[in-house]
């Protein structure tokens, strides 16, 4: 959760090229392929060197993000940016990281309102959910697992409220 400005993020949900499964099979089989090349698939020494020295290129976490969801607080709505690169579409081996931008998702938003915390969390889940399904398209993969294990867990009406009182306090001291 950040705070800037009079905006807050809530969430990010990392959106990775490809899940983490099908990712590793695809490096298992350029390997395999690296190792037939060099005639050295059956030696093990060498398909063990071959996996450190792409060990780094290898890391999922790491080298799959080409996007993101941001969940944020704006003025008197909840706002929800999709950045991720406009069609362009990204090898799986590739060291570089692709250029994100906003891609300005129109009408993805709704009003705080007088909600409680158990309708903006439903309200929010709601929304990822819908964003997911209509803008991420397979083989991508929106880890959702953080989001929905910390979602619960958070009292977003508190942390809004508590903000406006920050802001209000900020302009008084201005």
Known sequence: ????????????????????RAFKSK?????????????????????????SALHKQMLWRYNQIIGFISVGVRGDDIVFDLFKPAGKRVRFDSSKKPY??????????FKIGENDNAALTLEIESWVTFIIEEHIKRPAYADTELFYATLDCI???R????????????ALNV
Do not use: C
């Open 27 to 51: 490096w298992e089989k350029r390997i395999a392929e690296l190792g037939l090349e060099g005639n050295v698939s059956n030696n093990e020494a060498v398909m063990q060197m071959l996996h």
């Open 100 to 109: 994100m931008e906003n891609l300005m998702l129109n009408g993805t938003h």
């Open 155 to 157: 009292d977003i009406r």
């Open 159 to 170: 942390l809004i409220e508590a903000r406006r009182a920050e802001n209000r306090e900020e």
């Open 1 to 20: 959760m950040t705070k800037n400005g009079s905006s807050l993020t809530l969430f990010e949900i990392p959106i990775y090229s490809m899940p983490e």
